[in-house]
């Protein structure tokens, strides 16, 4: 006798996976019609997940009031395969009576006996944002949580897109930009909390503004100390006094990145006009003072990266810009190509400029290899223009063009954004996914809308046009100078070192 096949307790989840659209519908007809037939529940790797709620709704086709209560829980990863096997088998037993068979496809099988092998306590979390890509669904909260906190700033980066001097005052007729706003203490505190219960490594605290000038930027990295979460910081370091030291270094921030793009005063005017030459010289000591404070407290985690943006006006200073990293007691030294827009474009590299960014970096390599030795391991250049300038575009700047749409954006299970105008936003390119108002974060993040926009970025290809409840589109210009470029490149690392490269897209076993 011919079994019914059942893939999901909806038409969507059904249908996606069988590939034929109205499926579901054909099935649960041909269910009722033929009570007396065998329901074959199929599991693979999109619906294994959601055991209880397939099982549930195959007995009411049944006519059976039985509520399965008991979720498959893919923690621990190093011992999912046997639980899962384990649960079937009890599953199997009950459901023999009912006229229901479960069989779960060789895929899923590979997929969970892999996770098992290479799970360990320290990777468990990226590993379960892994499950959640090749699922197309989400088990654990983002790695990183961006939070604007203020929108004000004591400098002027000529590249940067909300205070640069060259932008059309038109730019700041949005509410956030009209006058000084920053986030609340009860908005924040109550972020932070579902932060936690969900599964967030790192709080950053950048975004519109300078970070250090919101008015309880102290309590502000306290509270996120308390609650055993890492702060990841972006400054230009320019109001580091001894209380902002203190703060940084007591309170577990683990990356404090200081945004400088210069090795010289005159070029440090040149991108921040509204500065003096003494005010480079005071930068310069903030960051000694910085770093001589983390010593004295032996302060092993706190991470002291110099960032530096290229562009036409400082990109003969790579070099010098390694050496002053290394003269302040920076940990790091990070370079990124300038993110071109309409009123930076003056700052575009050219094709001469850039063969002799990419000709210094070498020699940046070997300085810093120099460096390492001589700090017994404590000091590192950063891998973030490697992949910029294997994609730069020598016409337009662009370093991103069409990378994501041939492999795939995965930024939506690693990466959540709040923005003082009260919105969670799917990456830094500024796309509303939804307003906090008097919802919670982790609601918002395992919201079914949340999970649309992320598969849907999975497929960015067949997806270009979707749009966000601002009318942003998944992929526009901005998409070309990816800023979450880091955390994309670091999750395709991930999916090629735990061997996973073969689950994220392939179709599972056909379905006959």
């Given at each position: 006798?011919?079994?019914?096949?059942?893939f999901?307790?909806?038409?969507?989840?059904?249908?996606?996976?069988?590939?034929?659209?109205?499926?579901?519908?054909?099935?649960?007809n041909?269910?009722?019609?033929?009570?007396k037939?065998t329901?074959?529940?199929k599991?693979?790797?999109?619906?294994?997940?959601?055991?209880?709620?397939?099982?549930?709704?195959?007995?009411?086709?049944?006519?059976?009031?039985?509520?399965?209560?008991?979720?498959?829980?893919?923690?621990?990863?190093?011992?999912?395969?046997?639980?899962?096997?384990k649960?079937?088998?009890?599953?199997?037993?009950?459901l023999?009576?009912?006229?229901?068979?479960i069989?779960?496809?060789?895929e899923?099988?590979?997929?969970?006996?892999?996770l098992?092998?290479?799970?360990n306590e320290?990777?468990?979390?990226?590993?379960?944002?892994?499950?959640g890509?090749?699922?197309e669904?989400?088990?654990?909260?983002p790695?990183?949580l961006?939070?604007?906190?203020?929108?004000?700033?004591?400098?002027?980066c000529?590249?940067?897109?909300?205070?640069?001097?060259?932008?059309?005052?038109?730019?700041?007729?949005?509410?956030?930009?009209?006058?000084?706003?920053?986030?609340?203490?009860?908005?924040?505190?109550?972020?932070?909390?579902?932060?936690t219960?969900?599964?967030?490594?790192?709080?950053?605290?950048?975004?519109?503004?300078?970070?250090?000038?919101?008015?309880?930027?102290?309590?502000?990295?306290?509270?996120?100390?308390?609650?055993?979460l890492?702060t990841?910081?972006?400054?230009?370091?320019?109001?580091?006094?001894?209380?902002?030291?203190?703060?940084?270094?007591d309170n577990?921030?683990?990356?404090?990145q200081?945004?400088i793009?210069?090795?010289?005063?005159?070029?440090?005017?040149?991108?921040?006009?509204?500065?003096?030459?003494?005010?480079?010289?005071?930068?310069?000591?903030?960051?000694?003072?910085?770093?001589?404070?983390?010593?004295?407290?032996?302060?092993?985690?706190?991470?002291?990266?110099?960032?530096?943006?290229?562009?036409?006006?400082?990109?003969?200073?790579?070099v010098?810009?390694?050496?002053?990293?290394?003269?302040?007691?920076?940990?790091?030294?990070?370079?990124?190509?300038?993110?071109?827009?309409?009123y930076?474009?003056?700052?575009?590299?050219?094709?001469e400029?850039?063969?002799?960014?990419?000709?210094?970096?070498k020699?940046?390599?070997?300085?810093t290899?120099?460096?390492?030795?001589?700090?017994?391991?404590?000091?590192?250049?950063?891998?973030?223009?490697?992949r910029?300038?294997?994609?730069?575009?020598?016409?337009?700047?662009?370093?991103?063009?069409?990378?994501?749409t041939?492999?795939?954006?995965f930024?939506?299970?690693?990466?959540?954004?709040?923005?003082?105008?009260?919105?969670?936003?799917?990456?830094c390119?500024?796309?509303?996914?939804e307003?906090?108002?008097?919802?919670?974060?982790?609601?918002?993040?395992?919201?079914?809308?949340?999970?649309?926009?992320?598969?849907?970025?999975?497929?960015?290809?067949?997806?270009?046009?979707?749009?966000?409840?601002?009318?942003?589109?998944?992929?526009?210009?901005?998409?070309?100078n990816?800023?979450?470029?880091?955390?994309?490149n670091?999750?395709?690392?991930?999916?090629?070192?735990?061997?996973?490269?073969?689950?994220?897209?392939?179709?599972?076993?056909e379905?006959?």
């Amino acid at each position: 006798m011919k079994k019914i096949q059942l893939f999901g307790y909806n038409e969507e989840l059904h249908d996606k996976i069988t590939c034929k659209k109205g499926d579901f519908k054909k099935q649960i007809n041909n269910i009722k019609k033929k009570q007396k037939k065998t329901i074959d529940i199929k599991f693979n790797k999109l619906n294994f997940y959601c055991i209880d709620k397939i099982i549930t709704f195959a007995l009411r086709l049944k006519k059976e009031k039985i509520i399965i209560k008991q979720p498959f829980s893919v923690k621990p990863l190093n011992n999912i395969l046997n639980n899962w096997n384990k649960q079937i088998n009890k599953y199997k037993q009950k459901l023999r009576k009912n006229n229901i068979s479960i069989t779960t496809n060789n895929e899923l099988i590979e997929l969970l006996d892999n996770l098992q092998k290479k799970s360990n306590e320290q990777d468990e979390n990226d590993l379960l944002r892994l499950l959640g890509i090749i699922s197309e669904t989400i088990f654990i909260g983002p790695n990183q949580l961006l939070l604007d906190i203020n929108n004000r700033c004591n400098t002027e980066c000529v590249y940067c897109w909300i205070h640069s001097p060259h932008i059309k005052k038109k730019t700041y007729s949005m509410d956030q930009y009209k006058k000084p706003k920053e986030i609340s203490f009860e908005i924040f505190k109550r972020i932070i909390d579902d932060a936690t219960k969900i599964g967030v490594e790192d709080i950053v605290m950048v975004g519109d503004g300078e970070p250090t000038i919101h008015s309880q930027f102290n309590k502000l990295i306290k509270y996120i100390n308390k609650k055993g979460l890492s702060t990841m910081l972006f400054s230009n370091g320019l109001t580091f006094n001894e209380k902002k030291i203190k703060a940084i270094v007591d309170n577990n921030v683990g990356t404090l990145q200081i945004s400088i793009s210069a090795a010289t005063p005159k070029t440090y005017i040149k991108l921040h006009p509204s500065t003096k030459k003494q005010e480079f010289m005071n930068l310069k000591k903030n960051i000694k003072k910085l770093a001589k404070y983390k010593h004295k407290k032996k302060n092993k985690r706190l991470r002291i990266v110099i960032v530096n943006v290229i562009n036409n006006l400082n990109y003969h200073e790579l070099v010098k810009m390694t050496n002053f990293a290394w003269k302040v007691g920076a940990n790091e030294v990070g370079f990124q190509l300038i993110d071109l827009r309409d009123y930076s474009m003056y700052l575009k590299l050219s094709k001469e400029q850039i063969t002799r960014v990419k000709k210094d970096f070498k020699k940046i390599r070997l300085l810093t290899k120099i460096y390492y030795l001589l700090s017994f391991g404590k000091f590192f250049v950063g891998h973030h223009l490697d992949r910029q300038l294997e994609n730069i575009n020598f016409n337009t700047g662009d370093w991103s063009e069409n990378v994501y749409t041939k492999r795939g954006c995965f930024i939506g299970w690693w990466f959540a954004y709040y923005r003082l105008n009260d919105i969670f936003t799917f990456c830094c390119s500024i796309k509303e996914v939804e307003k906090l108002k008097h919802l919670r974060f982790k609601d918002i993040w395992f919201s079914d809308n949340y999970n649309k926009f992320r598969i849907a970025g999975k497929y960015l290809k067949e997806n270009k046009d979707l749009e966000f409840k601002d009318g942003r589109k998944l992929f526009e210009s901005k998409c070309n100078n990816c800023d979450n470029t880091g955390h994309l490149n670091k999750i395709q690392r991930l999916i090629k070192e735990f061997e996973l490269e073969k689950f994220v897209f392939n179709k599972f076993e056909e379905t006959k």
